[in-house]
């Protein structure tokens, strides 16, 4: 009998600085750039349970994700919509490193002729640098100084070279294996402390699915 489950996120939190322009040939229509230092953490569930039992031999296998801090850093730039009060398209760029997957991995093999337990357990990473593209919808509430940004979109997400996997097992076991394009989705909320009329200072959570 096997059962899965699996649920992967990605939450981060960011401080961001920015600075502002408006077009002249449109007064309505504004935009501003930035540069953020990100914080993030990959965790979610991953579960993965098998029992395989015969007259012979039963065998238990678990597989539970573990959190997996990472970070980086990238650049944005916020475009208001002229037709559009309130709503923006944010593109961005980030570096990010240390994304990917820890897991935990553990089994047991009962022999019912010997009358034998073995168990063995072991800590495995997945890692991987990436260049990270959203392209995000924002609406914006302003409150005073501050203006809240709710916002969504797609997250395209490239890797840098070949990601490196690594295990507690032995380090005979640690190497090298292909990564690939992921598309996701991205939502959270930004807040903004407008410092005068041409900057500020952006903090935010995200998550990434």
Known sequence: MKKSFAVAVCVMAFLAFTASAKSKKHAESSFRIGARGTFQ???????DDEKISNP???VEKSVDQKLLAGGGAGIFATISLPDLENVSIQPEINLMFNNGFKY???DSTYSRGAGIMTKSSSENTVSYTSLEIPILAVYTFKIDDFDINPLAG????FPVGKAKYATDISDDATGDVDSHFILGILFGADAVWNIDNNNGVVGGLRYLI
Request: charged fraction near 20%; avoid cysteine; aromatic fraction near 6%.
């Open 41 to 47: 953490i990959n965790a979610g569930s991953v579960i």
């Open 56 to 58: 012979t031999i039963e």
């Open 104 to 106: 935990s991995e553990k």
């Open 154 to 157: 797609p997250n395209f997400s």
